[in-house]
């Protein structure tokens, strides 16, 4: 099909973002713009009906947008859709899986390693560094020394070893830490750590690690694998750190070991349930540093979105295969 033959669908937030990069890098397409009230095709209002989108982009601003839900609906119930490309790494939801068996080919992205390997570091280092200490003295006008550990000759496990767990090893590997990766299979190709080991190899090795950062999906292999037993297998004075799924942790073990001094701290960007209920003891655990699944939050991810969108619809108005797709059509 060439570019003419193909409408794409957005949302007016997207459209609003990155509408003058888009139109500029595909002057002949045709713009299906989605908001909470109407449909406009090149500044037209159009009919429900009539739409007929055959490509819809789920952008980070349109994900978070007023008219996110009359976005997925049209998704889902025009037969015309071919591809879906969004911006996020990881589609657990069933929409993804709903328009994968109505024929569309659906693309995930790798975009969020960048800002969350960024992210961790910095809660590592805010949990080694102290830097309330350094306030404190600092209110009190007290020249007093503080000693601080460092991530220099520390070792890190990191579970996980696609975009946001390699973007993790090469952060930490820069500042000097020894790092061991954890994959299904080991290939002889994991460049960016130093050591790579199998997820049932993983409890053995867990005494020699400093921090445990998990950036994995879930899965019936990862889920519940956090439990006592494993937290009694790590250092005392050790960092967990999990921005993959919250069903991976036990949170009622990992509390009870928090409680215990088992482990040292806890930093969660995710939880089993989300939003996290304003009871859950995350909120205000001294051990734990949670935040409200924010850690991909790096403003530079927009500008790539756009790009990986607007290249992916370069490969389709040419016959070829979008890049990244995760459900092919059935």
């Known amino acids: 099909m060439s570019t003419a033959d193909h409408v794409i669908q957005l949302t007016d937030a997207d459209w609003l973002r990155h509408g003058k990069k888009l139109a500029a890098d595909h002057p002949d397409a045709t713009w299906l713009i989605v908001d909470s009230e109407r449909l406009t095709m090149d500044h037209e209002l159009v009919d429900w009906g009539a ?9 980070f601003d349109g994900l978070q947008s007023s008219a996110r839900r009359r976005h997925f609906q049209l998704a889902r119930t025009a037969p015309s859709l071919q591809f879906a490309l969004t911006s ?13 068996s ?12 960048p800002p969350i390997s960024q992210f961790i570091l910095a809660r590592v280092l805010e949990h080694y560094h102290q830097p309330a200490r350094l306030a404190a003295t600092r ?10 550990r460092e ?18 090893a090469r952060k930490a590997s820069g500042c000097g830490a020894h790092v061991i990766g954890v994959r299904r ?10 050591e790579a080991i199998t997820l ?34 790590m250092r005392r004075d050790a960092a967990l750190v999990n921005v993959g799924r919250g069903s ?29 209920p304003d009871t859950h003891r995350f909120w205000d655990h001294p051990k734990v540093m949670f935040s409200p699944h924010t850690s991909a939050g790096g403003l530079n991810r927009h500008g790539r979105s756009a790009q990986l969108f607007s290249d992916n619809l370069s490969r389709i108005f040419n016959d070829e295969t979008p890049e990244n797709p995760y459900f092919s059509p059935a």
Do not use: C, M
Not at 204 to 230: C, G, I, K, N, Y
Not at 256 to 266: K, N, P, Q, T, Y
């Open 151 to 168: 991530i220099d000759e520390s070792t890190w496990i990191v579970v996980g070893l696609g975009a946001i767990g390699t973007g993790v």
């Open 88 to 100: 996020y790494a990881g589609l657990d939801d069933e929409f993804w899986k709903e328009l994968h």
């Open 200 to 233: 049932d190899q993983l409890p053995d090795r867990l005494p020699e690690a400093d921090v445990v950062v998990f950036a994995v999906p879930d899965s019936p292999a990862t889920t519940d694998l956090v439990d006592a037993a494993f937290l009694a297998a």
């Open 185 to 194: 299979a080991v290939t002889g190709d994991e460049a960016q750590v130093d």
């Open 51 to 59: 739409a007929r989108p055959t490509v819809a982009w789920f952008g």
């Open 248 to 276: 991976l942790i036990v949170e009622d073990d990992l509390l009870a070991a928090l409680d215990a001094d088992e482990i040292g701290v806890a930093i969660l960007d995710v939880a089993r349930e989300e939003p996290l």
């Open 102 to 113: 109505n024929g569309t080919l659906v693309t995930n992205a790798h975009l969020s390693g």
């Open 139 to 148: 209110g009190a006008k007290q020249w007093s020394h503080q000693p601080y």
